[in-house]
């Protein structure tokens, strides 16, 4: 294994679960040279990785054109490995120029088993792994190389110095029981209701806490209003990198099924994963606790882009109480030490 592309293209929450894959490489051949191409508006996460000797940006406005004139310009790197972590159209025409007839090196797809997921939606018959572990199905691959050892040293990511300095600035002076909260997602359907975030803040009096959301999300406010002295409000002040970076530093984070929940597993940072309507949102990191009701009717889709089938609107979320969230919180008091 002397030089390997990793293929991933998009989106945040799966490139996050992917580079939980790098270590593995180097830890079987430091030696060898790695490469990533991804989607030029979220590069940014992957800079941080030490891990990937070079970085290659794919602009989407390009088209299928510019796709097909960078896989010829790649050609000329010699890769003998390749593995594809996206497994789509651009992916298959990244392949079928790299390695044409599948004779010039070594290739390993990581299957989206649609068929399979097809099965668990239409007709509630689950043939994939229970619970779906994110970091996991981008690992599982990599085993036919004999890739085994994912080990990463928690604080072995660098963040641009700029993207540090405000990030400390932001976080200045904050007490040590301090907790993320990401209480945003794609999908409405995903999200734990706003009512329950500002019931688990009044809850825990002594504790302070950073909401990180988009610029869209106004209804952190609503949360902020629970205690204003005790929560800073992030939502859409910062960019992605530095959401990444807060997130990095932070001693404790409780989320939903978003992205932001998988870089806390990523960094090794202790916390809540609230789940809901979605399949394949699960945190693969120990201290990571899961908490979920399994009801009949889920999972009821891949992103959470349906509308609820029960009268009881969310009851996949709304049964997950508070009460609950705050008791794992003060099992876990000392990691705020």
């Not at 054109?65 to 010699?78: C, P, T, V």
């Not at 070594?106 to 097809?118: C, D, E, G, M």
């Not at 404790?252 to 978003?258: A, F, I, L, N």
């Not at 693969?284 to 089938?309: A, W, Y």
Request: aromatic letters at 10%; one cysteine or more; charged letters at 25%.
């Amino acid at each position: 294994m002397k030089k390997v592309l990793i293929i991933r293209l998009s989106s945040i929450g799966d490139i996050i679960q992917c580079m939980s894959v790098t270590g593995g490489f180097k830890n079987f051949n430091p030696d060898c040279e790695l490469h990533w191409i991804v989607r030029k508006d979220l590069a940014s996460l992957l800079r941080i990785d030490p891990r990937i000797d070079q970085l290659i940006e794919f602009d989407r406005k390009e088209g299928m054109l510019g796709l097909i004139k960078l896989a010829f310009k790649l050609k000329k790197e010699g890769y003998t490995h390749i593995y594809d972590a996206h497994s789509n159209i651009r992916s298959n025409i990244l392949k079928a120029i790299l390695n044409p007839l599948g004779m010039g090196c070594k290739v390993i797809t990581r299957r989206k088993n649609r068929f399979k997921r097809l099965l668990l939606f239409k007709f509630r018959i689950n043939l994939l792994p229970k619970p779906f572990r994110a970091f996991e199905s981008f690992r599982n691959p990599v085993y036919k190389w004999d890739i085994n050892n994912f080990y990463t040293p928690h604080n072995n990511w660098i963040f641009p110095k700029e993207t540090e300095d405000k990030c400390n600035k932001l976080l200045f002076n904050q007490p040590a029981k301090t907790i993320t909260l990401v209480p945003s997602a794609a999908w409405e359907l995903k999200r734990w209701p706003v009512d329950y975030w500002k019931k688990l803040i009044t809850l825990l009096p002594d504790f302070h806490f950073n909401i990180l959301a988009g610029p869209e999300d106004t209804f952190c406010q609503d949360i902020v209003d629970a205690a204003p002295t005790r929560v800073l409000n992030l939502a859409g002040k910062t960019s992605l990198l530095e959401s990444f970076c807060i997130t990095a530093k932070s001693p404790y984070v409780v989320s939903g099924d978003t992205g932001f929940l998988h870089a806390a597993d990523l960094f090794n940072i202790p916390g809540c994963a609230i789940i809901g309507p979605t399949a394949f949102g699960y945190p693969t990191g120990e201290k990571m606790k899961i908490f979920e009701r399994n009801l009949p009717c889920q999972p009821c889709s891949k992103h959470g882009d349906t509308t609820c089938k029960l009268k009881e609107n969310k009851k996949c979320l709304t049964d997950i109480t508070p009460e609950q969230i705050v008791e794992e919180i003060k099992l876990n008091l000392e990691v705020f030490n």
